[in-house]
């Protein structure tokens, strides 16, 4: 509700300017996001609620609540198991992906060189491409190999829109370094490795961990490349879930439902630490805000 | 040492297009510099562009139908419905990114300036980022179901119950869900990174909110909303999980990541499935190049912010 208060007041000074039919489209854009925001409120807690609902039926509350399905859900879905194999395929395709993508970054942040253009496209395409459109033939292409379905086929498959991801939230923050305090260092006889671990790495720790971090929540979110590569025991979060759902009926739809919450405070665990390191409204551009 | 090494390279590279010194020191490294693209350069090609020739390739060839067979068949199998499935992704993916997008930007305008607690606001404005697709199906079969909490509060007030899920508004709703932060996130970056001197000075020039709004912030938006647009959509239109979950795949939301997934995981008919997915990408680049030639009509000239 102070939502709805805020903004007007700071438009206060400015209301002798400012024509009052302004002030009912403030109302209706506060209004309708807390409309929404209400909506958004009333599913995430309905699923909080019923995981841990002991019955729920025909009425506004569960009749008791227990902390069991939670229990049950680890047990049931082999839960250790399936966090761990998430924890293994995102930070595989987090460390590949870093790896490959900032040197890529630098050289296009840096130099102009003909055809860069089109690299650019092969490097946009993934990201702009919906994943089933390159995730079915190349699925098909790795279980040729027999590198499909498993662990390798996933991080795999992970890496295809990850790597320019990387490049991507990386070159503006490139871009940001001073190029003279390299050409310094190579005045000084830094070859391109120092150049690397001692003038460019420190500098870029922020855009690093931007990356990282944005990498490693797209990775634990993703579900299409992961669900064409992967089997019963390579199974991340995300699809667990899902086969968990669509294969119900007989299991409990409250253990679905705990195993639901886990993902999300999972998620909003990364989220948190990716706005520390990221201000979201510079992920496009760099616009420089004074204090934040 | 690496002097030496590196000369002859450099006469290939022009020299003289940059005479100053240090220019010419970076120069030096260009070769060694360009090798650090071919790893990424290697996987590009291994793992996103020989796939995509294969499943092309792929899609020419069908058991049966000869070289367009797998097309065919996708376009005219009544079993397969391919072009039932693109119109109703379309029409999913269309009015969800095309509603982001038009909602994030008074809400993104109003954020814009600096207040207390809008840290805390975009934080709770980007928060369904982490609920996930099947925390939201659930969420939405729970809250909007035949019996959930909203069909209860509209018996209380007297209505009919709606169904809200297991049809058509069951996905758009799970798609503004998905979609609402990643739109709002964009145009608050493209936004914020508009000059706000420019419109003080249309401000003293006597321009109201509407003139300003218009003349002045949507043109310069015009590009991050192509963007954002695109990007919304490309989200909306690869929708696949939620049109199982909380749509009714057989039949209203038969979705086209749907059919090709089905021919691909249940038939195991890889041509088919090759040739949704190319036709999936290739509807998906019409409506992109389209948005993109609008925006370049609608508006030349620099961006002001970075777009």
Same mark, same amino acid.
């Given at each position: ?292 | ?26 120069? =030096? !490294?260009? &070769?060694?510099?360009?090798?650090? /693209?071919?790893? *990424? +350069?290697?996987? @590009? $090609? ?34 397969? =419905? !391919?072009? &039932?499935?693109?119109?109703?992704? /379309?029409?999913? *993916? +269309?009015?969800? @990114? $095309? ?209």
């Amino acid at each position: 509700m102070s939502l709805t208060l805020k903004p007007k007041a700071g438009a206060t000074p400015a209301a002798a300017k400012r024509p009052l039919a302004a002030s009912p489209g403030t109302f209706l854009i506060w209004g309708s996001m807390a409309v929404f925001l209400l909506l958004l409120l009333g599913v995430v807690s309905s699923v909080v609620v019923n995981s841990f609902a002991k019955e729920w039926f025909d009425t506004w509350l569960p009749s008791g609540y227990t902390p069991a399905w939670y229990a049950d859900a680890w047990k049931e879905y082999d839960l250790g198991q399936v966090i761990g194999t998430t924890l293994t395929v995102s930070i595989a395709v987090v460390g590949i992906s870093v790896l490959i993508g900032a040197p890529a970054s630098y050289v296009l942040a840096r130099r102009s060189f003909p055809g860069k253009n089109i690299l650019m496209l092969v490097f946009l395409l993934p990201i702009m491409m919906p994943p089933i459109t390159y995730g079915i033939p190349l699925a098909t292409l790795l279980t040729y190999y027999h590198l499909a379905p498993g662990l390798t086929g996933v991080i795999l498959a992970n890496l295809v829109p990850s790597i320019p991801f990387v490049i991507l939230t990386m070159t503006p923050f490139i871009e940001q370094i001073n190029p003279s305090i390299e050409s310094a260092a190579r005045m000084c006889g830094a070859n391109m490795l120092r150049l690397f671990t001692r003038i460019l790495a420190p500098l870029l720790v922020p855009g690093i961990l931007a990356a990282a971090v944005l990498v490693l929540v797209r990775t634990v979110g993703m579900f299409e490349l992961t669900f064409l590569t992967s089997d019963s025991t390579s199974d991340t979060l995300v699809v667990a879930l899902f086969t968990a759902m669509t294969g119900a009926g007989i299991r409990a739809q409250q253990s679905v439902d705990a195993m639901a919450v886990v993902y999300m405070l999972m998620m909003m665990v990364l989220l948190v630490v990716a706005l520390r390191f990221v201000n979201p409204t510079q992920l496009v551009s760099q616009v420089r805000e004074e204090t934040d | 040492m690496t002097l030496t090494g590196q000369r002859p390279a450099r006469v290939d590279q022009e020299p003289g297009s940059r005479p100053a010194l240090s220019h010419r020191l970076a120069e =030096r !490294g260009i &070769d060694k510099l360009l090798l650090l /693209l071919l790893p *990424a +350069l290697v996987f @590009a $090609l291994v793992l996103f562009v020989y796939p995509f020739v294969y499943g092309l390739g792929l899609s020419f060839q069908p058991k049966t139908g000869g070289v367009f067979g797998a097309y065919v068949k996708f376009f005219t199998d009544p079993s397969v =419905r !391919g072009l &039932d499935s693109i119109w109703v992704t /379309l029409q999913l *993916a +269309l009015p969800a @990114a $095309l509603l982001n997008v038009l909602v994030s930007v008074p809400i993104a305008y109003k954020m814009r300036g600096k207040f207390r607690g809008k840290r805390a606001l975009t934080t709770v404005l980007v928060i369904p980022i982490t609920l996930g697709t099947v925390l939201t199906a659930e969420g939405l079969l729970n809250f909007f179901g035949q019996r959930g909490w909203l069909n209860r509060f509209l018996g209380l007030l007297g209505f009919e119950p709606l169904q809200l899920v297991q049809n058509y508004w069951g996905v758009l709703w799970s798609l503004i869900i998905s979609g609402f932060p990643f739109a709002f996130l964009l145009i608050l970056s493209y936004l914020s990174g508009i000059d706000p001197s420019l419109e003080a000075a249309a401000r003293t020039l006597g321009a109201d909110w509407k003139q300003r709004f218009r003349r002045i912030t949507l043109p310069l938006l015009a590009p991050g909303l192509a963007i954002t647009f695109c990007l919304t959509f490309v989200l909306a239109f690869s929708v696949f999980p939620s049109a199982i979950l909380v749509g009714d795949p057989s039949g209203s939301t038969r979705v086209i990541a749907y059919v090709a997934y089905n021919a691909w995981g249940q038939q195991f008919d890889y041509p088919l499935a090759s040739a949704a997915a190319i036709v999936m990408g290739a509807v998906e680049l019409v409506v992109i190049v389209l948005v993109l030639i609008w925006r370049s009509r609608m508006y030349k000239g620099s961006t002001g912010g970075k777009g």
